[in-house]
């Protein structure tokens, strides 16, 4: 039954055209009216009527207000989104320092160094925009650089490692390192791995120098299948510039005893030749208990924020090389990590040594979660499974306090015959 039936008239062809033409008129008007209120300003569109129950105006109290959602193809005022909403990939407001994330990375590791970047990226640098550095000992293949370059829109510097970063110590030889790796395969991890000294020794005292590294003044080492928890709403790289802060860590864990053996010793026969180099007062007891002993803690460098000048600087280069000599990065296993808190905690203070609580970090191993509720707000982590509150070194960084060179080399000088020569060899090892 039609229109005209339902109101008891009879149809005609005239009757259905006058209906047609008014169904026209008001689809007409309808579009008419919603593409006014969306080109209007605000002003105009306080006088228009809310045939929704919308906003009645602009004296409304915008914490009542709903959020507006744009309908397709028009654009927002960003002025009237809440602060939450504003998307992240909007440039943070501010300086950029010369500064990179830096990445030792092989090509198997693609997907581990996808969900790294994926979370590091929605945490902190969407916003900050710094360049990343991805470092490798063999060329990267297009299929690597393509999946990277789909998880960021920020720049990609791509390089490889030669035998100078890659490679052997000068005091070393290729087959004593191989039957050092055999006796030490199953006393440690990675015992056994060739590679993985050559990353402890690049990484030591190799990786500043890169050409696609030696000119930046600041670095933040990210590496594949560790994960970020909080929002980093600010600038580390500033925030440790202003503060005069030179190293920047998350975790501060023990190292295996086995695989530093003889690495206290050359410090401190490094210490007695170069007293000149080091500072009037340092943080040097966090590492060295008053028996003058490596007590084995450790800053974790899978996640370290540094001011590059540190290591770029007579005193560390002077360390490192004479480590270089020692023969302990193959014959031992030892890692960048102790070798770079040992250095920081003899070269620095501890106001230029800053403990990153806020950030919320996990490489396979050990996580940190920070319990203080106004860090935590910005976190998706459990504060009780945080390995960084139980940690015996991390304790001891809050409490101890710069030790003055004078006391450092009186304690050194009274424990002196616990490391008249390096530990027991392999061989003597055997006999006792």
Same mark, same amino acid.
């Given at each position: 039954?039609?229109?005209?039936? *339902?109101?008891?008239?009879?149809?005609?062809?005239? /009757?259905?055209?006058?209906?047609?033409?008014?169904?026209?008129?008001?689809?007409?008007?309808?579009?008419?009216?919603?593409?006014? @209120?969306?080109?209007?300003?605000?002003?105009?569109?306080?006088?228009?009527?809310?045939?929704?129950?919308?906003?009645?105006? @602009?004296?409304?109290?915008?914490?009542?207000? #709903?959020?507006? /959602?744009?309908?397709?193809?028009?654009?927002? %005022?960003?002025?009237?989104?809440?602060?939450?909403?504003?998307?992240?990939?909007?440039?943070?407001?501010?300086?950029?320092?010369?500064?990179? *994330?830096?990445?030792?990375?092989? !090509? @198997?590791?693609?997907?581990?160094?996808?969900?790294?970047?994926?979370?590091?990226?929605?945490?902190?640098?969407?916003?900050?925009?710094?360049?990343? #550095?991805?470092?490798?000992?063999?060329?990267?293949?297009?299929?690597?650089?393509?999946? *990277?370059?789909?998880?960021?829109? !920020?720049?990609?510097?791509?390089?490889?490692?030669?035998?100078?970063?890659?490679?052997?110590?000068?005091?070393?030889?290729?087959?004593?390192?191989?039957?050092?790796?055999?006796?030490?395969?199953?006393?440690?991890?990675?015992?056994?791995?060739?590679?993985?000294?050559?990353?402890?020794?690049?990484?030591?005292?190799?990786?500043?120098?890169?050409?696609?590294?030696? %000119?930046?003044?600041?670095?933040?080492?990210?590496?594949?299948?560790?994960?970020?928890?909080?929002? /980093?709403?600010?600038?580390?790289?500033?925030?440790?510039?202003?503060?005069?802060?030179?190293?920047?860590?998350?975790?501060?864990?023990?190292?295996?005893?086995?695989?530093?053996?003889?690495?206290?010793?050359?410090?401190?026969?490094?210490?007695?030749? !170069?007293?000149?180099?080091?500072?009037?007062?340092?943080?040097?007891?966090?590492?060295?208990?008053?028996?003058?002993?490596? !007590?084995?803690?450790?800053?974790?460098?899978?996640?370290?924020?540094?001011?590059?000048?540190?290591?770029?600087?007579?005193?560390?280069?002077?360390?490192?090389?004479?480590? %270089?000599?020692?023969?302990?990065?193959?014959?031992?296993?030892?890692?960048?990590?102790?070798?770079? @808190? /040992?250095?920081?905690?003899?070269?620095?203070?501890?106001?230029?040594?800053?403990?990153?609580?806020?950030?919320?970090?996990?490489?396979?191993?050990?996580?940190?979660?920070?319990?203080?509720?106004?860090?935590?707000?910005?976190?998706?982590?459990?504060?009780?499974?945080?390995?960084?509150?139980?940690?015996?070194?991390?304790?001891?960084?809050?409490?101890?306090?710069?030790?003055?060179?004078?006391?450092?080399?009186?304690?050194?000088?009274?424990?002196?015959?616990?490391?008249?020569?390096?530990?027991?060899?392999?061989?003597?090892?055997?006999?006792?």
């Amino acid at each position: 039954m039609g229109l005209p039936q *339902i109101l008891g008239l009879q149809p005609t062809a005239r /009757i259905y055209k006058v209906g047609l033409m008014l169904v026209a008129l008001g689809t007409i008007f309808v579009t008419l009216y919603t593409a006014s @209120s969306l080109l209007l300003d605000d002003s105009a569109r306080a006088s228009l009527p809310s045939v929704l129950g919308g906003n009645k105006g @602009s004296n409304q109290d915008p914490a009542q207000q #709903v959020p507006v /959602i744009a309908p397709v193809g028009t654009t927002l %005022d960003l002025g009237k989104i809440p602060a939450a909403r504003i998307s992240y990939d909007l440039p943070a407001e501010g300086e950029r320092l010369n500064a990179a *994330i830096v990445v030792l990375v092989r !090509n @198997s590791e693609l997907d581990g160094l996808r969900k790294s970047m994926r979370m590091f990226e929605d945490r902190f640098n969407r916003r900050f925009k710094y360049p990343y #550095v991805l470092l490798n000992d063999q060329n990267f293949t297009q299929e690597f650089r393509d999946g *990277i370059a789909a998880i960021t829109k !920020n720049e990609l510097r791509f390089g490889t490692l030669d035998s100078d970063y890659w490679g052997y110590s000068p005091s070393v030889t290729p087959e004593e390192t191989e039957r050092k790796l055999e006796y030490n395969k199953n006393r440690y991890l990675y015992g056994g791995s060739l590679s993985y000294r050559f990353m402890c020794r690049f990484q030591s005292g190799k990786f500043y120098h890169h050409p696609l590294v030696r %000119d930046l003044d600041w670095y933040w080492r990210l590496e594949p299948d560790v994960e970020y928890y909080c929002d /980093i709403d600010y600038d580390p790289f500033v925030y440790m510039r202003d503060r005069g802060i030179k190293y920047g860590f998350t975790i501060a864990p023990r190292e295996g005893r086995r695989t530093v053996e003889s690495l206290w010793y050359h410090t401190r026969e490094w210490v007695k030749q !170069n007293t000149h180099l080091l500072p009037p007062r340092s943080l040097v007891n966090w590492v060295m208990g008053t028996d003058g002993h490596y !007590n084995l803690c450790h800053f974790w460098s899978n996640f370290e924020i540094v001011d590059l000048s540190l290591y770029r600087g007579e005193a560390y280069e002077s360390y490192f090389n004479y480590l %270089d000599n020692a023969q302990g990065f193959f014959y031992e296993r030892w890692g960048d990590a102790p070798i770079h @808190s /040992i250095a920081a905690s003899l070269l620095l203070q501890k106001g230029e040594i800053h403990w990153f609580e806020d950030i919320g970090y996990k490489h396979p191993g050990n996580m940190h979660c920070p319990r203080d509720p106004q860090m935590h707000a910005k976190c998706v982590c459990d504060p009780a499974k945080s390995y960084t509150y139980r940690s015996a070194c991390q304790t001891r960084f809050e409490k101890v306090n710069n030790m003055a060179k004078e006391r450092m080399l009186e304690i050194m000088r009274n424990s002196e015959t616990s490391y008249l020569s390096p530990p027991a060899s392999e061989e003597e090892e055997k006999k006792s």
